[in-house]
């Protein structure tokens, strides 16, 4: 850092213990303030709204700002009540007068950001973290980073960072929605501002005053002995899932740090990918996190050891719900598909992930059936899975149907399920078919042939199993289809479910990929107010939307799905139901109707 002293005048016009304004050539203020024999010089415009510090009070070293009582200590610039602390620049007195060096120590400085925006995180203050997003982005560090989140691509990577280390029982919603907000951005779907609010919120929540997570954040300061596993095998992939299964969480985390750093996201992708395929994870959070925790750790490499790592925690506390007695049918289609002669693995180089199998699309009318078993219910859906496997179908191709059907369930959800007070089933359950069904797909691409064929049983048995969910086919004729009128986004807004789909049922395949990009700021922004329900409704987004980009005969089963789920205002705190479910079960001890 080259030094750029400025004179601000002898010392004997800086009053004891009271702030003063100076100014550069260039208009930049500062606030002085002298303490014997030395001047502290601060920005003069306070970090949290600009108000001149000059104009405030000082108590003891303590500047305090006068409009909202922020106070800093102007030694240090550290704030003590407040937010964020503020710049403060070195100085010295020469033959009798004040120097302030103006050059900014950018490494010094972006450390002290980043600190700044952790600690907002960890508060749950996501306007301070934007704004110390914003600082750090005007250092000019980012330029290079090659991505389209541009000046904020250093914040957005701290957030994946912070939420990985602090994320208590692993990767969650809020960085599953950093992922798909990072996408939007770059595609110029949302403001990259206003995405990082909402990502920051939801990271904020979820881990609102807690510290890195306990052996993990041990690990990563190499304090553990399973920090750096000794020799690195060449089975290590294997041993990640090993772990994974006899549920040793420190071992399975500490090798996942080491397969990154040696073999990249490729090596944890091959690490994760049998584990995830083995069963239904946590209602398909499994799988759908370990997809988006790749995408996440190939957008910043540098976070990419934290984003797997807590992955690989999730899925160490996963339940296995296919375990479990109502999934019997599902698991005996996998054990059919391990007798399946599918092709043999390919043998790539140890670093490399395996291609996944082509998406060979189905006929028409194979489709169709096939669709047909698939929302017929579990058994109906995981037999017809393996039927088409054994007669060389694709696993990408089923799994694209699958994908469709499991919007089309979507569309169909009884909202009747959301009042009952002796049920909690609710519409994000469904969601959850619809995200993992294009998690199996993304991740199937990368798969072994018998990965990706356990993958599309998966998703098949779990749109199936979720047939209670529909609502009743109505009794008499439908009315007559609303004729189409003004704009879909207006629509949307004004919550008219009926008229946001009289116009999407208009748009041929350009207008819809036009709709999904224009409705993003809704689920984004407006659709729901809790973090949770936000998460839901863009990832959600995300999944259909890509679903309809790669089907070969899309329709508009997936933006119907969409606005089925999206448009409608849906209780996001439903008080009586958790109270009646609460004493229903301390009165006779069993659980909740579910959809299954």
Sequence with gaps: MKADWIDLGPLSEFPAEEPVLRKDDAGRRFACVRRGDEVHALDDRCPHQGYPLSQGALRGGVLTCAWHNWKFDVASGACSFGGEAVRRHATRIDGGRVLLNRAVDTAAEARRLVAGLREAVARDEPDRALREGLRLGALGLHRGAGTGLGSLHLAFEVLARDGAERAEHGFDHGLALLADLCAWVERGWVPAEEAFVVAA?????????????????????????????????????????????????????????????????????????????????????????????????????????????????????????????????????????????????????????????????????????????????????????????????????????????????????????????????????????????????????????????????????????????????????????????????????????GGALAIARQLDAAGRRRAFAELAPFAAFDAAVRPIFTAHAVKTLEALQRLEASDPRPDGAYLEALLSYVVPVRRELHVRRIAAVAKKFMADGRPPEGLY
């Design 201 to 497: 919120h939801a990271i904020g929540e979820a881990s609102a005053r807690l510290g890195p997570r306990g052996k993990g954040a041990a690990r990563a300061r190499g304090s553990s002995p399973l920090a750096r596993i000794a020799e690195f095998e060449s089975d290590e992939p294997a041993k990640v899932s090993e772990a994974l299964t006899a549920e040793r969480r420190d071992e399975a985390e500490a090798r996942m740090r080491e397969l990154v750093e040696v073999r990249g996201t490729a090596g944890a992708r091959r690490a994760l990918l049998p584990f995830v395929a083995q069963q239904l994870h946590d209602y398909g959070h499994g799988a759908i996190f370990v997809s988006k925790a790749l995408e996440l750790a190939e957008r910043f490499s540098s976070a990419a050891d934290e984003v797997l790592a807590a992955s690989t925690v999730q899925l160490a506390w996963a339940t296995a719900d296919t375990s479990l007695p109502p999934f019997a049918a599902t698991r005996a289609a996998l054990a059919r598909v391990a007798e399946l002669p599918l092709p043999a693995p390919p043998t790539p180089d140890a670093d490399a992930a395996p291609a996944g199998p082509a998406a060979a699309p189905l006929s028409p009318a194979e489709r169709a059936a096939f669709e047909a078993e698939v929302l017929s219910g579990e058994r109906e859906a995981v037999e017809a899975t393996v039927r088409w496997l054994g007669r060389g179908a694709a696993p990408l191709a089923l799994l694209g149907a699958i994908g469709h059907a499991a919007a089309v369930r979507l569309a169909r959800f009884d909202a009747a399920w959301e009042q009952r007070l002796d049920a909690e089933v609710g519409v994000l359950d469904v969601t959850h078919a619809v995200t993992f069904a294009e998690a199996a797909s993304a991740l199937g691409r990368g798969a072994l042939p018998r990965e990706a064929a356990q993958l599309a049983v998966l998703a098949a048995g779990f749109v199936g199993k979720l047939r209670s969910a529909d609502a009743a086919p109505p009794a008499a004729a439908p009315p007559a289809a609303r004729a189409p009128s003004g704009a879909l986004v207006d629509a949307t807004a004004a919550r008219d479910v």
